[in-house]
Each structure stands twice: as C-alpha cells, then as structure tokens.
C-alpha cells in the first residue's frame, strides 16, 4: 500500500543520503518551491553538517544488527523502492540533458 501511496500521490520522494540526486530531481520536478535548491544547500551546507550527530552512540553487536534487519524486512523493501524510484527520475532528467545536447 505505501509503494502505491508514493506512485500515485508523490512527485518525489528523496533521502539525505543522495542529497545531491534529491535536490536536483526536487528542482526538475516541483521547481515552484526548490528552484535553486542545490546552490542554497551548498552556501550553508558548512552550517548544516553534523547537525544530528550522536557522538556518544553505543556500540551494536552484529547479532543484534543481523535481528533488527530480519525485523524490518518490509521497511528496507520500501526503502529501497523510494531509492530506485528516485534514481529511475535522475536518470530520465539526465537522459533528456543528453538528447537535448545531441539534438539541439
């Protein structure tokens, strides 16, 4: 039901972790609110880093790692699926740059 949620009722759906795939295809697809989106992350993209560091986080041992991921099967599943999606829209805006200079 939440792949379906994302499909039909989101343009985007991003993660920090590809901030600079997320901003761009953020800009291509919703530019009335993130146009310039990258160059304004990247002016305070100093300010930003390691906002929601935990530097005393505590050790995991591997079993309980390997538990937590049989545990949230279905989360990684969904992530993952955001993740194609969001590269699968990258990719397409990326190809219509390389058509567009191929055949101006």
């Not at 291509?28 to 002016?43: D, G, K, L, N, T």
Request: proline content about 3%; aromatic content about 14%; some cysteine.
């Amino acid at each position: 039901m939440a792949k379906r949620r994302v499909e039909s009722e989101f343009a985007v759906v991003g993660t920090w972790e590809e901030t600079n795939i997320t901003l761009t295809v953020l800009e291509h697809y919703i530019p009335r609110y993130f146009a310039r989106a990258q160059m304004i992350f990247h002016m305070y993209q100093k300010s930003l880093q390691n906002r929601n560091r935990n530097n005393r986080k505590p050790h995991v041992d591997a079993d309980v790692r390997a538990m937590v991921r049989r545990n949230f099967t279905h989360e990684y599943d969904f992530y993952y699926f955001c993740k194609q999606r969001l590269y699968t829209q990258y990719i397409a805006l990326k190809r219509k740059e390389l058509e567009g200079l191929i055949h101006p």
